[in-house]
């Protein structure tokens, strides 16, 4: 072999070198944004727990069913969002709930107002955050899917793999016959696939309105349950 075949032997390995190493580079790259959107979700799980306790503080503070209707009717939720949950707590545990907010007023009525309040303001505030955080991972899931188009568009292993084989001499790197066949069965196993979030796996968050704008109609509806 002289100085040319050399160099040029030490060419392809350098090629196939930084093909297949590109290759692998995007592909940890795509897992671990992958794993970042899982940490995202996860994350908003947790929270939405929080907020799913807060429900149940705020449907302890209105106390009776027909409340609790009025109210939901008043925000536009006809689901009563985790109304299972607390139907779930014991009297107790409802109680319980309620046991770190200082009741304001002089009278039981104002009391009473002041508590369903000061637990709605919280909540509308609680689901904000929860907004934001739940577009920030539609926003990652989004831009996570551009990149695994893009990866599977620029980076097919079957004709890397053809390409590779090519270069030390077995063939074109379009081929037929059955080592085709597998290569392709391969390059589609090797795929990234698109991610999905349901519903189910990322709850859309309550939408509420500000306190400002219903709190006349607040104390409309509660006037009539006050204690």
């Known amino acids: 072999m002289d100085d040319l075949d050399m160099a040029l032997e030490a060419l392809k390995v350098q ?10 580079a995007e592909r940890v790259y795509l897992e671990e944004d992958n794993q970042a ?6 994350a908003y799980r947790q929270e939405i727990s929080g907020v799913s306790r807060l429900f149940s503080a705020f449907y302890a503070a209105l106390g009776q069913e ?27 545990a409802r109680k319980d709930l309620l046991r770190k907010y200082h009741r304001r007023g002089i009278t039981s009525w104002g009391r009473y107002l002041n508590l369903v309040l000061d637990i709605y303001k919280e909540l509308t505030a609680r689901c904000g955050s929860l907004r ?6 539609l926003a990652h ?12 568009s620029s980076f097919d292993f ?8 090519a270069m030390d001499g077995g063939g074109e790197p379009i081929c037929g016959g059955m080592l085709c066949k597998e290569r392709e069965e ?3 196993r090797m795929r990234f696939k698109h991610r999905k979030l349901t519903d189910e796996e990322l709850p859309p968050p309550p939408e509420l309105p500000p306190l400002e704008k219903v709190k006349g109609q607040f104390k409309t509806i509660l ?4 204690p």
């Open 15 to 24: 090629i196939k070198k930084e093909i297949i190493d590109n290759y692998f």
């Open 37 to 42: 959107l899982e940490d995202k979700v996860a």
């Open 66 to 92: 027909t409340a609790v209707d009025r109210i939901m009717h008043l925000l536009a939720l006809t689901d009563k969002p985790f109304y299972e949950d607390y139907q779930r707590l014991s009297a107790t």
């Open 132 to 137: 934001e955080k739940y577009n920030q991972a």
């Open 141 to 152: 899931l989004r831009l996570l899917n551009e990149d695994i188009e893009k990866f599977n």
């Open 158 to 165: 079957g004709l890397i793999a053809a390409q590779v084989e």
């Open 186 to 188: 391969l390059s589609t």
């Open 223 to 226: 006037r009539t349950f006050a």
